[in-house]
């Protein structure tokens, strides 16, 4: 059936996200010709992309009677209906369009996703129907996002895991196949925070407006952040050694005050530790991990928490290290305050984290 003009034009404001103006247009040509299919169908886009999933039901169900053996009306029944939640009736339907026309690909990969949710489904089906829509559509990246979901339902890694490389293969900007090859990656046993910082980063480059990698950035910037609280902590502890703030017993303790040599001295290590430990690598990240960095600073609660806790730690540690303490009492309580707040802290944060 040809496409009337009107349904055209509203075809092509879908596509361009304009959809009350799309409404407008079909909702004239539906005036002129209520049984039009295409203008229905292009209707029902406008709903699902809207979310307006009643209606969008409302539009397939009088497409669906005006054609019950179209596989496009029956495609976007399905959508419709699963959009709905209404899971049964879209395995049906899904399961009539394949009957319909046994070689479109599409029926065969939203019936591998929905496998789960249907009554009689069965995850080894779904991976068989995963595979059969990458067998009739072997160029085409949506049919490996379905065998890829297929995949991980049936907890089939290896292939999952194969489904993305080839999908990064055939689409390198392929959303799903950059995102979870990146968390993957970057969530891997053994990578340090700077080097999931520079994942996420590169893979922002390729989709800039993802929310999820932007999310893994920042947790992984935090990770960054986190890592300030052990170079504060080591020179509180390093200052407590420096006084001898809890002699042995039986041992005759340092005599207090220390000279102004030591003290200068204690400054020395102290800037190493935070020169190789934390300058340096900040100076090796990315820039757009350095600008995340003081972004979440910024935009966080607790990434600013987390610094404040270094900069209280570090604080104890140069009163510790640079006042000449002539006895031990006030050093004790000023080395237990630099070191556990934060010390308690660092252990809440890996206790939440298993």
Same mark, same amino acid.
Not at 135 to 141: G, I
């Given at each position: 059936? !040809?496409?009337?003009?009107?349904?055209?034009?509203? !075809?092509?404001?879908?596509?361009?996200?304009?959809?009350? !103006? @799309?409404k407008?247009?079909?909702?004239?040509?539906?005036q002129?010709?209520?049984?039009?299919?295409?203008?229905?169908?292009?209707? #029902?886009?406008?709903?699902?992309?809207?979310?307006?999933t009643?209606?969008?039901?409302?539009?397939?169900?009088?497409?669906?009677?005006?054609?019950?053996?179209?596989?496009?009306?029956?495609?976007?029944?399905?959508?419709?209906? $699963?959009?709905?939640?209404?899971?049964?009736?879209?395995?049906a339907?899904?399961?009539? #369009?394949?009957?319909?026309?046994p070689?479109?690909?599409?029926a065969?990969?939203?019936?591998?996703?929905?496998?789960?949710?249907?009554?009689?489904?069965? +995850?080894?089906?779904?991976?068989?129907?995963?595979?059969? @829509?990458v067998?009739?559509?072997? !160029?085409?990246?949506r049919?490996?996002?379905?065998?890829?979901?297929?995949?991980?339902?049936?907890?089939?890694?290896? +292939?999952?895991?194969?489904?993305?490389?080839?999908?990064?293969?055939l689409?390198?900007?392929?959303?799903?196949?950059?995102?979870?090859? =990146?968390?993957?990656?970057?969530?891997?046993?053994?990578?340090?925070?700077?080097?999931?910082?520079?994942?996420? @980063?590169? /893979?922002?480059? =390729?989709?800039?407006?993802?929310?999820?990698?932007?999310?893994?950035?920042?947790?992984?910037?935090?990770?960054?952040? +986190?890592?300030?609280?052990?170079? @504060?902590?080591?020179?509180? &502890? #390093?200052?407590? /050694?420096?006084?001898?703030?809890?002699?042995?017993?039986?041992?005759?303790?340092?005599?207090?005050?220390?000279?102004?040599?030591?003290?200068?001295?204690m400054?020395?290590?102290?800037?190493?530790?935070?020169?190789?430990?934390?300058?340096?690598?900040?100076?090796?990240?990315?820039?757009?991990?350095?600008?995340?960095?003081?972004?979440?600073?910024? $935009?966080?609660?607790? /990434?600013?928490?987390?610094?404040?806790? /270094?900069?209280? &730690?570090?604080?104890?540690?140069?009163?510790?290290?640079?006042?000449?303490?002539?006895? +031990?009492?006030?050093?004790?309580?000023?080395f237990?305050?630099?070191?556990?707040?934060?010390? #308690?802290?660092v252990?809440?944060?890996?206790?939440? $984290?298993?």
């Open positions: 059936m !040809e496409q009337h003009p009107m349904v055209a034009r509203a !075809e092509a404001l879908v596509d361009l996200g304009r959809y009350a !103006e @799309a407008s247009v079909l909702a004239s040509r539906l002129e010709d209520p049984q039009d299919l295409w203008a229905l169908l292009e209707l #029902a886009r406008c709903h699902l992309a809207g979310k307006e009643d209606q969008a039901v409302e539009v397939t169900g009088q497409a669906l009677t005006l054609a019950p053996q179209d596989y496009a009306t029956l495609h976007m029944r399905a959508r419709a209906l $699963r959009q709905a939640s209404r899971m049964e009736e879209t395995g339907v899904l399961r009539e #369009a394949i009957r319909v026309d070689l479109r690909w599409t065969y990969g939203t019936l591998a996703e929905i496998q789960p949710w249907l009554s009689d489904g069965d +995850r080894q089906e779904g991976l068989r129907l995963g595979l059969e @829509a067998r009739l559509a072997p !160029e085409e990246p049919a490996y996002e379905s065998l890829y979901k297929a995949a991980l339902i049936a907890n089939d890694q290896e +292939r999952a895991r194969q489904t993305l490389v080839t999908l990064r293969q689409d390198p900007t392929n959303s799903l196949a950059v995102v979870m090859q =990146t968390d993957s990656a970057a969530n891997a046993p053994g990578v340090k925070a700077a080097q999931a910082a520079d994942l996420y @980063a590169d /893979a922002l480059g =390729t989709l800039p407006d993802s929310d999820w990698l932007r999310s893994g950035l920042d947790a992984a910037t935090y990770r960054l952040l +986190r890592g300030t609280r052990w170079l @504060a902590l080591l020179c509180v &502890a #390093a200052a407590g /050694a420096m006084l001898d703030i809890f002699p042995e017993e039986g041992k005759v303790p340092r005599e207090l005050p220390v000279s102004l040599g030591q003290r200068l001295w400054l020395v290590p102290m800037a190493a530790l935070w020169g190789f430990g934390a300058l340096l690598r900040y100076r090796r990240l990315r820039t757009g991990v350095q600008l995340n960095v003081r972004s979440l600073i910024r $935009r966080g609660r607790w /990434a600013r928490v987390v610094l404040a806790q /270094a900069v209280w &730690a570090m604080l104890c540690a140069l009163l510790l290290s640079q006042v000449p303490w002539s006895e +031990r009492t006030v050093p004790q309580v000023l237990w305050a630099g070191i556990v707040p934060t010390l #308690a802290t252990l809440f944060d890996r206790k939440k $984290r298993k």
